[in-house]
Antibody
Framework: QVQLVQSGAEVKKPGSSVRVSCKAS????????FNWVRQAPGQGLEWMGR????????SYAQDFQGRVIFSADESTMTAYMELSRLRFEDTAVYYC???????????????WGQGTFVTVSS | DIVLTQSPGSLSLSPGDRATLSCRAS???????LAWYRQKPGQAPRLLIS?????ATGIPDRFSGSGSGSGTDFTLTISRLEPEDFAVYYC????????FGQGTKVEVK
């Protein structure tokens, strides 16, 4: 069974950094594309960017350029999102999401992690 | 970036009713790469429809999606609302730099 399992909730101070992990199980790691999506409390979904490990490529949404880094470790089948210079408004649930692993699938987000709640508080 | 505008913002309906949700794009969505998700409180979104009209694995046929020929207007229809369908629905374009609509909440009347 293909699934993504994320790391636990974090509480961080403004100006610090947070790293969230997303561990894949089932399927071949090279077939995953890890998108990162966040959702502030009571708000909608916001795409932060993606990493495609097999091509070692990353794309970042403009709003996060320079403040977020995506990485992936094939040996542990884990992707990471590190967000720096945290602000109060970065308080949100952070999700990793991947398209279906079948070659015929398109890039819609069929597989989701359970979410990681990051609280930024002084 | 493509802006997606969903309407209405909320919908009050009863179980068994038909729900029609709209999503309008600020420019044409490439190859109809438009998806719909349902999100229940405290849960991750679940993919319902991809490619504007293809149901995802395990999604019942009471959910259907359609798009206009212009590539800017899309509709999600739920033919008969079940209790688990009272939730928030998001559209999502993934033809270019991905964006989401702001959501439509379907609530019990």
């Amino acid at each position: 069974q293909v699934q993504l399992v994320q790391s636990g909730a974090e509480v961080k101070k403004p100006g610090s950094s947070v790293r969230v992990s997303c561990k894949a199980s089932g399927g071949t790691f090279s077939t995953y594309t890890f998108n990162w999506v966040r959702q502030a409390p009571g708000q909608g979904l916001e795409w932060m960017g993606r990493i495609i490990p097999v091509y070692d490529t990353t794309s970042y949404a403009q709003d996060f350029q320079g403040r977020v880094i995506f990485s992936a470790d094939e040996s542990t089948m884990t992707a990471y999102m590190e967000l720096s210079r945290l602000r109060f408004e970065d308080t949100a649930v952070y999700y990793c999401a991947s398209p279906n692993l079948l070659p015929s699938a398109d890039d819609s987000f069929e597989i989701w992690g359970q979410g990681t709640f990051v609280t930024v508080s002084s | 970036d493509i802006v997606l505008t969903q309407s209405p913002g909320s919908l009050s309906l009863s179980p068994g009713d038909r729900a029609t949700l709209s999503c309008r794009a600020s420019q044409s969505v490439k190859s109809n790469y438009l998806a719909w998700y349902r999100q229940k409180p405290g849960q991750a979104p679940r993919l319902l429809i991809s490619g504007a009209s293809s149901r995802a694995t395990g999604i019942p046929d009471r959910f259907s999606g359609s798009g206009s020929g212009s590539g800017t207007d899309f509709t999600l229809t739920i033919s008969r609302l079940e209790p688990e369908d009272f939730a928030v629905y998001y559209c999502h374009q993934y033809g270019s730099s991905p964006t989401f609509g702001q959501g439509t909440k379907v609530e019990v009347k």
